[in-house]
Nanobody, 114 residues
Framework: QVQLVESGGGLVQAGGSLRLSCAAS????????MGWYRQAPGKQRELVAS???????NYARSVKGRFTISRDNAKNTVWLQMNSLNPEDTAVYYC????????WGKGTLVTVSS
């Protein structure tokens, strides 16, 4: 059974930084994609960033240049470094692991105050 555990959310002022972490456990193939999605109140869940086992990254246009995704394949861990945060980044952030199916963490709340 695959489990994802996120940490690192919280309250930060505009212009500040946060780092999210997600550790995956269970039987996980070496080839997979890990990523972060977010869902703001009243909005659909959207992709923030993803990274493959080979290190290929993909970012939403709204976060490119401000957020950086990275991973440790040996530890099945992914991080999201978020800089220059603004109130529009306020959302619940979900860790995602994909290999044939999607697996999700429970989410961690990020609140950016103006």
């Amino acid at each position: 059974q695959v489990q994802l555990v996120e940490s690192g959310g919280g309250l930060v002022q505009a212009g500040g930084s946060l780092r999210l972490s997600c550790a995956a456990s269970g039987v996980i193939p070496r080839l997979n994609t890990m990523g972060w999605y977010r869902q703001a109140p009243g909005k659909q869940r959207e992709l923030v960033a993803s990274i493959t086992s080979f290190g290929t990254t993909n970012y939403a246009r709204s976060v490119k240049g401000r957020f950086t995704i990275s991973r440790d394949n040996a530890k099945n861990t992914v991080w999201l470094q978020m800089n220059s945060l603004n109130p529009e980044d306020t959302a619940v952030y979900y860790c995602n692991l994909n290999f044939n199916s999607d697996f999700w963490g429970k989410g961690t709340l990020v609140t950016v105050s103006s």
